[in-house]
């Protein structure tokens, strides 16, 4: 469902997902969405977020998750807002008479506050699109959602790259209610 999902929505993208454990010891429980030099998406999870799952809405919900994220191209445009945030905050530090490493690090500070500007409104995206691809499945996303509650709230914090859990969850009642 989400390749057919990535044909329909995205046409021109890469929708032949590769779905991967991630089986190295000691890493935490975590689901996330790269592209490999051809622009094939990956989907990886940890083996510590797979035990953490309690039933199959919940992966599938993961899973059609982070397979919207691909779809809705997020990684480029994160990409392209960590490259302005470094290109502003290296402007700025040259106007305040700054120079060498320090415009670097101006730069990379940038990077980091471009890369998260939109991050939220993403989660929220993949969010809204992950419960469809999951309904469509045949899965139940408010259920699979419940996952939210048993992982630590980011809550509020400046900068945050997640919304709180109590906004995510709203979100996948409210798209799952309209369909
Ligand atoms: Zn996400």
Redesign the pocket.
């Known amino acids: 469902m989400a390749e057919r999902e990535c044909r329909r929505r995205a046409p021109r993208l890469n929708c032949d997902f590769l779905i991967v454990v991630d089986d190295r010891p000691g890493v935490p429980a975590n689901a996330f969405q790269t592209v490999d030099e051809q622009g094939r998406p990956i989907i990886a999870f940890t083996l510590p977020l797979i035990a953490e799952a309690r039933n199959r809405d919940e992966i599938a919900f993961i899973l059609a ?2 397979a919207a ?1 691909h779809i809705e191209d997020h990684l480029s445009q994160q990409r392209r807002n960590a490259n302005i945030g470094a290109v502003v905050f290296g402007q700025l530090a040259g106007e305040f008479g700054v120079a060498g490493d320090a415009i670097r690090s101006a730069q990379e500070l940038g990077a980091v506050v471009g890369a998260r500007t939109y991050s939220r409104d993403f ?1 929220l995206e ?1 969010d809204r699109l992950g419960t469809i691809i999951a309904a469509r499945a045949g899965f139940d996303p408010v259920r699979g959602a419940e996952f939210f509650f048993r992982i630590p709230d980011p809550g509020d914090q400046f900068l945050g790259t997640h919304p709180p859990n109590a906004q995510r969850v709203q979100v996948v009642l409210d798209t799952a209610s309209q369909l």
């Open positions: 998750h982070e994220h989660e993949a």
